[in-house]
């Protein structure tokens, strides 16, 4: 019997526990990692809503950049030292936010409005595969404080038909 193996979406706007509001400029902010071990997600699309806030027009480099982390033991080791909770990232020795995949630069350009970051892979920013555990770290370069933000991702299946 033929048949195709085609993607499959799965359930929308899944929440990355990552604390955005509040992220200063220069801040750093691991979310909580999230568990692919029952799912087994051949990929997760990861976007963000960036609300800048209402104390001037953003500055600098007008960026915050999007980064992904990850294990292969099981949630003992993470990629860059992170810790797989959501955590400010990068005052505790070993964490280098160099040691992660880069996925996407989210630029703004304008105070209070909410900007639709990209739909990011998880799967391409480590090499066309999804980790067992894996979350998202967000630097913030927009030379202020964030408003009212959120993260959030869609896993995507295969499915026989």
């Not at 104390?55 to 080791?77: E, W």
Request: hydrophobic share 40%; proline share 1%.
């Amino acid at each position: 019997m033929a048949g195709d193996i085609k993607g499959k979406l799965g359930t929308t706007n899944q929440a990355i526990t990552i604390t955005l509001t509040g992220l200063a400029d220069d801040g750093v902010r691991a979310s909580t990692a999230i568990v692919n071990t029952g799912n087994l997600f051949l990929d997760c699309l990861v976007q963000l809503l960036i609300h800048t806030g209402n104390v001037g027009a953003p500055a600098g480099d007008k960026n915050l950049l999007v980064y992904a982390y990850g294990t292969a033991n099981d949630g003992t080791t993470y990629s860059g030292g992170a810790t797989g909770t959501d955590a400010d990232y990068g005052a505790v020795a070993g964490q280098l936010i160099t040691n992660c995949h880069s996925m996407g630069i989210i630029h703004v350009d304008a105070q209070n409005e909410t900007f639709e970051s990209d739909v990011f892979s998880v799967a391409s920013a480590f090499g066309g595969v999804v980790p067992a555990k894996w979350g998202i770290i967000v630097k913030d370069q927009i030379g202020q404080t964030l408003g009212a933000s959120s993260a959030f991702y869609q896993g995507i299946y295969a499915q026989y038909t």
